[in-house]
């Protein structure tokens, strides 16, 4: 969403960043109607409308899958930093609330265990996390994400193509 995109603007312009990568796969909506095809692509375009410069912006867009997206975005920046030649120690994740601590973990088996993944877990916009059980949003966001953290921990395995 919007705010969560000034949020990582936010995180990104208080430290020591050199510089921002978006990824992400199609549109779910509004594809037909926007300029931007990916998620990437509309997240890089609202960064530079926020001020960012574009010297600044890496965007990675992924192909579109029917599961595992979130490690689909990972296997994306895993070639882009391969096919650069960069080198980096670690790298810091924006992701919303309950989707962070996933995400952390799919990136990291994406990346590796020599590079150190951390995770800026956003604010999720509509119900308090510390009694997100109260509201509806916070219960369906919660639950969703805690049997998908499940899937992917005990139940998810890489083809080996994508870990080499």
């Not at 990824?23 to 530079?48: F, I, M, N, R, V």
Request: hydrophobic share 40%.
């Amino acid at each position: 969403p919007a705010y969560a995109v000034e949020k990582a603007l936010e995180q990104f312009r208080s430290r020591d960043y050199r510089f921002l990568v978006v990824t992400g796969g199609p549109l779910e909506k509004g594809y037909h109607l926007s300029e931007y095809k990916t998620c990437a692509d509309l997240t890089a375009a609202t960064l530079k409308k926020l001020g960012l410069s574009e010297d600044l912006i890496r965007v990675l867009p992924a192909p579109f899958v029917k599961r595992n997206a979130t490690y689909t975005s990972a296997i994306a920046l895993k070639k882009w930093l391969s096919d650069a030649g960069a080198k980096f120690d670690s790298l810091d994740i924006y992701s919303q609330g309950a989707h962070a601590r996933r995400t952390q973990m799919l990136f990291q088996k994406a990346l590796g265990e020599k590079l150190a993944v951390g995770v800026i877990a956003g604010d999720d916009q509509g119900y308090d996390p510390e009694r997100w059980w109260t509201s509806n949003t916070g219960a369906r966001s919660v639950v969703y994400q805690m049997i998908a953290y499940v899937y992917a921990r005990f139940f998810f395995y890489p083809d080996k193509s994508e870990k080499e």
